[in-house]
């Protein structure tokens, strides 16, 4: 298992990944051109991370890491993690835990002062899962849909 980061041959496993989970599988299409135009502008972004679980040439996850430099909290950076997903048939083997202790390796390598994360409301086991790992529900996250 290597944990890297996600080139463009990644980008239709990667959509798999996301379709893999009941709420993904509502709003993924793939083979829609706006992937390619996405992961562009990801690869070309310092502040972007796309990383990939590969086994033996398969995707079996992945997860984003965003680097926000802010004023708050001294100039601090903060690592958001989304799109974290394990494909189904690899969850519960410590993947996801592996995914998600390089992604903390990572902001901790790149300086930033914390990691966070927000999961859907309904993703409980997701929940049980980020508070093994100690992430604590802090913030109420909000969200105000732009495009349809």
Sequence with gaps: M???????QDIDPIVALLMDDPLGAKRENPGDPRYTAAFAAIAADPNQVLAVADADGEIVGTLQITFTPGLSRIGATRATVEGVRVRSDQRGNGLGQLLMEWAIKEA???????????TDVSRTEAHRFYERLGFVASHVGMKLPLQA
């Design 2 to 8: 290597m944990i890297r980061t996600a080139t463009a």
């Design 108 to 118: 901790t390598t790149r300086g930033a002062a914390m990691v966070q994360l927000t």
